[in-house]
Every structure is written in structure tokens, then in C-alpha cells.
């Protein structure tokens, strides 16, 4: 995918780091993020992927560096100075955080309606035909069925209930969505089938987004730019046909050449 003009940046990481204990996690993460881009953050296990999207979304505070986000306003915030209830609205808002394990991103014990309308009711929406006409909606994009509108999510499967937790993310029309690993653990072909939902949405919502994954192909298949991490560094950043068709950094050679496991 070709990187897409723009001028003004949404997010802005700067020196970003992270310790537990004596060991860093991450350190020194800078880069930006540019709306409507796709950013893919790559590396095995343990390389500090999930720690830095965490960091982004505010979960974790960091020890070093920061987080500046552009409001749909056009002012910036530093994420971290935030009040509690400032960043939960912004999570609820202008966000979305798909997790990688569904049960954790969605509430299991009420409806897949409910799951989809709740963040609308924390934007004011209180009339149930309109939250429930927007759920029916929302149940047909991600290719639910939207006769099991009343369906508790654990009445579903893995890949239903990925596609019904990102329903729940951009009900909102969120400017930023971040994901980890969403297409974890679920089969091959149930997992293209969200790879090209995923695309489609994103697109036609002209949505930011930055995609942890493991996965070489997801970021080929979704990112604009793709950042490579190894012990919480980053070792190699930029569009992603040139990262993984060029890579320049010996590690990211050997991602590519599948030698290192991801």
C-alpha cells in the first residue's frame, strides 16, 4: 500500500519507553501517525508490540517520553496528562481498542445489540429504536447475522465475536482504532475473511489505525507504513512494500526470510 498524503499528523510519539523492574520493554519508540494511515507494528514475541500499544491507548503510563494526540477539535492533548474520565471519553469516542482476545473487548453476559449500542449510549443516544436500528446496521457490516441481535456473545464464535467486538469499536466513527493481534488464533480462512473486512472498513471510514501483529502478511495486506520492534526497540520504520520487499536492518532480513520465528 502507498503511504497517503497528508499534511497534519493525528498522533505524535515521542521517546517513548516503558520499564518493568530493570528491564524495558520499550524504548525510545518516536514516530507519528497521519490520519486515515495504517501503521503495522511487527516483531516475535516479547519484542514490546502489545507494551507500545498500550502505552498509545493510555493503559500503561510510561517512564519515559510521550503521547500527543490531535482532537477532532484540532487541539493536542498529551495523552498522559489526562484526567481518568477525559481519557475514558476519549476511548469512548474519537478511539477504538480491539483486543486480542474478543472477551475481553466485549460484555459477555449482555446482548451483541447491547455490546454495539453502549457506546453510543455514552455519547447521549438513549432512544432503543435508534440504538437498535444502528446495531441492526452495525451486525451487517461485519457479516453477522442480524437475527441474533438479542445473542449473548458467547453464543458465538471466535471470528463472530472479533467482527462483532470491531462493530462495537466504530459504531462511533472512532478517528484512531488500535488493534493487537486481531486475527489471533482463529483459522486461516476465517481469518482472511476479517483481513478483508478489516481493509474495507478502514478505508471506507477513512480511519487511522495502528495493527499489532506477528503476522508479515497482515501488515502487507493492511498497512500503509510498518514499524519493526525487537527488545522494545524500534529497528526498522517505513512503508511497509519497502520494509518487507527491502529491509535494511539484519533483523527485519531475517523476519522476512521467516529465519526468526515470529
Known amino acids: 500500500m502507498t503511504d497517503p498524503h497528508t499534511d497534519h499528523p493525528l498522533l505524535r510519539v515521542q521517546a517513548l519507553g516503558r520499564r518493568f523492574d530493570r ?18 507494528i511487527v516483531g516475535e514475541s516479547g519484542s514490546g508490540k502489545s507494551t507500545l500499544l498500550r502505552l498509545l491507548a493510555g493503559q500503561l503510563a510510561p517512564n519515559e517520553g510521550q503521547v500527543h494526540y490531535r482532537c477532532a477539535g484540532g487541539d493536542w492533548v498529551d495523552v498522559h496528562a489526562l484526567s481518568e474520565a477525559r481519557l475514558r471519553r476519549l476511548a469512548r469516542t474519537e478511539w477504538g481498542f480491539v483486543e486480542q482476545d474478543p472477551t475481553r473487548g466485549l460484555r459477555m453476559g449482555v446482548s451483541a445489540g447491547a455490546n454495539i449500542g453502549e457506546r453510543l449510549m455514552g455519547l447521549g443516544t438513549r432512544h432503543y429504536g ?4 444502528q446495531a441492526t446496521q452495525w451486525m451487517g457490516r461485519v457479516e453477522l447475522d442480524a437475527t441474533r441481535l438479542d445473542d449473548l456473545p458467547r453464543e458465538f464464535s471466535g471470528g ?7 462493530a462495537r469499536n466504530l459504531v462511533t466513527r472512532p478517528r484512531l482504532v488500535l488493534m493487537d493481534e486481531p486475527t489471533s488464533g482463529l483459522d486461516v480462512s476465517v481469518q482472511a475473511r476479517l483481513l478483508d473486512l478489516i481493509r474495507l472498513l478502514v478505508g471506507r471510514l ?4 495502528i495493527i499489532v501483529t506477528h503476522d508479515l502478511g497482515v501488515a502487507r495486506l493492511l498497512a500503509h507504513r510498518t514499524l519493526v520492534m525487537r527488545g522494545g526497540r524500534v529497528v526498522e520504520h517505513g512503508l511497509t512494500d519497502r520494509v518487507l520487499d ?3 536492518h539484519a533483523y527485519t532480513q531475517l523476519l522476512v526470510s521467516s529465519v526468526v520465528a515470529p
Not at 528491564?23 to 503495522?40: D, I, K, M, N, T
Not at 463472530?160 to 470491531?166: F, K, S
Open 23 to 40: 528491564l524495558w520493554a520499550v524504548r525510545e519508540a518516536s514516530f507519528e501517525l497521519h490520519p486515515g494511515e495504517v501503521l503495522a
Open 130 to 133: 435508534h440504538l437498535r436500528e
Open 160 to 166: 463472530m465475536r472479533q467482527r462483532l467486538q470491531i
Open 206 to 209: 477513512h480511519l487511522a489505525a
Open 246 to 248: 527491502d529491509p535494511q
